[in-house]
């Protein structure tokens, strides 16, 4: 197993399965499982413009609410990393024909003009990704609170689908048997990166210290054998050439 593969199997002990994303951020409507597709934009500031930046972006989401946006936009930064200046803001989830829906409210509320008459000025990059939710191997209630997001990312091996999609959910369905004291929210990249996220909230740091039992132990009682669980966390690995993981930062005074 390589390094970073073993890296992967802590963090995999400590807050669930690796994963997310970035993704992160999220809701869930567990029972509409035909809106899965979640939307990513991430947007890096000018040097020296982020109050500016900040100050612009308030007042566009100002005007989205004022002109009724049918979206939920969570925005984030990361905690750690080179890319702390960078701003994500999501939202799911929406159905395949509530693209088209959104494209035809873009157009009529004018929302895209106002932010280039008011925000592009401070931008000096940005970038747009699409993710498909799995909500039936996913717990985020609606009702989840939350300040903090962990997300691991796997880059995905090639000829993997099948058996990976089958432990995903073996490993996600031990969790909720079990009680496993966490939510969690799955998605996939859509938009060619060969990417699946893991997102985990959390209210503050101290809540992302590991708990008593490790997953890898209540994966073990689930199936009723150490070696059965020692071999499918083993194989749980090997359908990723690595994975990384971050903490995102909710910007709620950001977000609407």
Not at 80 to 108: E, F
Not at 200 to 208: D, E, F, V
Request: glycine share 2%; hydrophobic share 35%; charged share 30%.
């Amino acid at each position: 197993m390589t390094k970073k593969l073993k890296v992967t199997s802590f963090y995999f002990s400590l807050f669930i399965f690796l994963m997310t994303c970035v993704s992160v951020p999220v809701y869930a409507e567990e029972e509409k499982l035909d809106k899965i597709i979640t939307t990513m934009w991430v947007f890096f500031p000018k040097a020296g413009k982020t109050a500016d930046f900040e100050k612009a972006f308030k007042k566009h989401v100002a005007y989205r609410k004022s002109m009724d946006d049918p979206r939920k936009w969570s925005v984030y930064q990361a905690d750690m990393g080179p890319k702390m200046n960078a701003y994500l803001v999501r939202a799911c989830c929406d159905s395949w024909s509530d693209l088209d829906d959104y494209r035809q409210w873009n157009i009529k509320s004018k929302a895209p003009e106002n932010w280039r008459e008011n925000v592009s000025e401070y931008v000096a990059h940005y970038e747009r990704s699409r993710s498909e939710a799995d909500f039936k191997n996913s717990h985020w209630p609606a009702d989840v609170k939350y300040k903090y997001v962990g997300v691991n990312t796997y880059r995905l091996k090639l000829g993997h689908s099948a058996e990976r999609a089958k432990d995903k959910k073996t490993l996600s369905d031990a969790a909720k048997s079990e009680n496993w004291p966490y939510n969690w929210f799955w998605d996939e990249s859509i938009n060619g990166k060969m990417e699946m996220n893991l997102a985990i909230p959390y209210m503050n740091y101290g809540a992302m210290a590991p708990p008593e039992m490790k997953f890898s132990e209540m994966l073990a009682k689930h199936l009723g054998d150490k070696e059965k669980a020692k071999k499918l966390l083993s194989r749980w690995s090997s359908h990723f050439k690595s994975v990384s993981y971050n903490v995102y930062v909710l910007r709620e005074d950001l977000s609407m």
